[in-house]
């Protein structure tokens, strides 16, 4: 009966989180994606001899960009990997999902595939929703080409190593520094969900494994004993149930929460990256500036200043003929900075308003998907509690129906 109120408070408190009802869509919530495009992702597959697991990739599009309206592919992770890396190529203004990573040990194991599966599903369908990123044509190649085609491309791409240019950065005022303020402190926020959620299912798996020894304890208990037999038996069956039923509620935790706080984590690095990518675009430009105007005060120094004896009078060169040549190398340099300030500042902006896009996007997604994912969490522990209720309430009405 302490049992049965301590269920009933859980319950009670998981309905008043359910009945939020958030009204956002969210991929955790279920599949979400432009209406013109639809991929799935499964039947995973090894490959033992040659060391790898396969995915069934299926697409069902009206995009005219494609030749036709559905294709099935099947890909390893080393093709996802390789889309991955040439979209961080080629936008390095936007921010592409975060592709789960490389598992060295156990990466056959049943469990790990499931939630492989789920990530490598969930990277596809995230890319499909970008604007920008789902229209490249290295997207296109990746879900319609035949393996031997993906192969071709992939050695025509020459795929570079992203690395963040190693410039100095002091004082830089950037316009996103509460943007990376904010990345940094949920980062951490993050790191100890992640930590906490580690520790909890750790004790739950625990507990459903102490169920599942207690139950084979209670089947023998009961055959030992004469009128306690029934009891005894069906308290067995009930505890081998609620088993069952935290053993599902540990799945569907896994699934949703723990992955999900998974995904954001690697989202975060994302984001920094990017952040980091627009400061060294802005360090560039200012270098071009101050070097120009640095360069535009030498001139006028030199424009005001009398001719003189320098190092190259020595070949016969007149001081004034020697101060020309300063000026018309300097007037050279000075040209030749400026256009690529201009350039580098007109990269700068474009730069700054995608990240900025992609900023927003994703924060909206954010919180759609915690909202979905929180209300999920609470769905399944609702389900968990009232299965597990109504097996203690069987028991109970068991008892009494058969009390003498």
Known sequence: KLRMRTMRKALKDYESLRDLRFSSISIYDKPHFEEDIIITVDDAQKHAAESFVSY????????????????????????????????????????????????MFNKYDPNFLRLRQLALNKFLCRIAEHPILSASEHFFTFLSAKQVELIEQKKTTTLKKFTIPQLPISNLESPFKTTSEYIEEFGKILSAMSTQSSKLDREQNELENALNALSPSLALWANSEGDLEPTLSKLGEIVSKNSEELGNLVTAKEEIFSEGIKEYQLYINTVKNVLKTRDHMQVTKDYFTDTVLSKQRELEKLEGSEPGKSFATLFGKSPAQVKEEKMTKLKTDIASLSADGEAAGDELVVASASIRSDIERWKINKEKDFRSLLENVAESN???????????????????????
């Open 382 to 404: 609702l389900t968990c509690c009232k299965n597990s209720a109504e097996l203690w309430e069987s028991l109970i009405q068991f008892i009494d129906e058969t009390e003498p």
């Open 56 to 103: 069934k990739v299926v697409t069902k599009t009206t995009r005219e960009s494609f030749l036709q309206h559905e294709f099935h592919v099947r890909r390893r992770y080393q093709d996802f990997l390789w889309l991955s890396n040439i979209l961080v190529q080629q936008y390095p203004s936007n921010i592409v999902p975060p592709l789960p990573q490389k598992k």
